[in-house]
């Protein structure tokens, strides 16, 4: 099958919605599908407000258009909601295109956070833009719930997964840990992703806990957080490989959100073996399920310390039900073949 990709995130990007997506194309690719991934690379293009790590493409309908109609795709699936995405969804309702679209973070939370204005303006929006599409992908059953809670009607589940030979307790050639890391007393807890104010850090970094609180990532609260708990390890943002070493040294992944909609960090913790603490929520408990692999308790202090507890093979056993190609499979079979190409003919 020959799948397109619309995506306003991809690299030089560093976070998990391009994290997901590279893994998926990359497994799709290993099931012998031909995959073009549409992104703003080479394009001009403006920072994402209050999120200037992303760029968006200025005005990419014209270019869009013509490696759609160039690539003849059986399938378009629209990875995210920025101009790339725009412009994928606009050329597929003007040729009659059936397309998929996925449905990563939280925006409507996000932005309320930022702005102090009601969620209610948000989701209208994305609704308005997701609405036709023949499926809005989801990660977890959680936030399925959510949007059908505000009015979604075609949103199915579709789990993330984790490189299981990347993130890993024994690879054969582990990266050096950072040289912060390696004398920080035990037991290590660590935190990974972006540093803004939706992943409620500060929950984390002012629990009294033994050991140490290490945190990796990048992000504008960085330097208020350094300020604030300068007792903490900041490690800023790591390669994969060393990130992959930086899970295996933590003795508990501590996930202080609660607007995430799945958390792959979560998985690539357990798939180095370590146990997770988290609050209850949309995330945590999609990944974590009923399993062993984790301690989910609205009193996060109390989980961190359920979580030393838990055996690491128990962890990396349960991210082991996550593989990429399995997850794969499934994506394809969520697709909306494209049939009837009479515009291009």
């Not at 102090?116 to 399925?144: E, K």
């Not at 960085?222 to 790591?238: V, Y």
């Amino acid at each position: 099958m020959r799948i397109a990709f619309a995506t306003d995130a991809w690299h030089p990007q560093v976070n998990g919605v391009v994290r997901s997506t590279v893994q998926l194309v990359a497994a799709l690719e290993r099931a012998g599908h031909e995959v073009k991934v549409l992104s703003g690379a080479g394009l001009p293009g403006f920072a994402l407000p209050s999120y200037p790590e992303i760029r968006l493409a200025w005005a990419p309908g014209r270019q869009v258009s013509a490696w759609l109609d160039d690539f003849r795709p059986d399938a378009v699936h629209v990875v995210t909601e920025g101009t790339l995405g725009h412009a994928a969804r606009s050329h597929c309702l003007r040729r009659g295109w059936p397309f998929t679209t996925h449905y990563h973070t939280r925006f409507p939370e996000y932005l309320a956070l930022r702005t102090g204005l009601p969620t209610a303006p948000f989701y209208r929006w994305l609704r308005h833009f997701h609405a036709p599409a023949a499926r809005v992908m989801v990660p977890g059953a959680g936030v399925l719930a959510d949007l059908e809670r505000h009015g979604f009607r075609n949103a199915v589940l579709m789990p993330n997964g984790v490189d299981t030979g990347l993130f890993r307790p024994d690879p054969p050639e582990p990266a050096p840990l950072p040289e912060a890391l390696r004398a920080l007393p035990r037991p290590r807890f660590l935190t990974v992703g972006r540093l803004a104010v939706e992943k409620n850090l500060d929950a984390f970094l002012r629990l009294d806990l033994p050991g140490s609180k290490v945190v990796a990532g990048d992000g504008p609260e960085l330097g208020r957080l350094q300020r604030r708990h300068p007792e903490a390890c900041f490690l800023g943002r790591l390669d994969v490989a060393t990130l992959a070493s930086v899970y295996r040294a933590a003795d508990v992944f501590v996930f202080p959100s609660r607007t995430d909609t799945f958390g792959l960090v979560l998985l690539e913790a357990l798939a180095c073996g370590t146990p997770v603490a988290a609050y209850p929520v949309s995330g945590p408990v999609d990944v974590i399920g009923g399993s062993a692999a984790g301690a989910l308790d609205d009193d996060l202090a109390a989980a961190c310390h359920a979580a030393l507890a838990i055996p690491r093979p128990v962890a990396r056993g349960h991210a082991l039900g996550f593989s990429w190609d399995a997850v794969a499979e499934r994506f394809v079979d969520r697709l909306v073949r494209v049939e009837a190409r009479l515009a291009l003919a």
